[in-house]
């Protein structure tokens, strides 16, 4: 082998990790950048999440102060009904 051919496939190599050295390179940032962007979207994920559950449990408070006012309703609506069929009863 000459010094010329030792060169050459010096520079071949070279060129051939540069080659291979490059694109690792872009994707290694590739992944840096969506790991820092998935960790960001797991915490807002978390948080909606909680903020979800703190809205579904107002909305259950209210829902069951509505149905104990319906149901004070009713009653007294039953009350009135029977108090004007009693009160018809006795005029008849």
Do not use: Y
Not at 51 to 76: G, V
């Amino acid at each position: 082998m000459t010094e010329w051919t030792i060169v050459g496939v010096l520079a071949t190599l070279v060129a051939l990790f540069a080659t291979v050295m490059k694109p690792m390179l872009c994707l290694n940032a590739s992944l840096t950048r969506l790991t820092a962007l998935l960790d960001n979207l797991r915490q807002e994920l978390s948080t909606i999440a909680d903020q979800n559950t703190k809205s579904h449990d107002r909305i259950w408070q209210k829902l069951s102060q509505q149905e104990e006012a319906m149901a004070d309703c009713e009653h007294r609506l039953t009350m009135l009904e029977a108090q004007e069929n009693i009160t018809r009863n006795t005029i008849e």
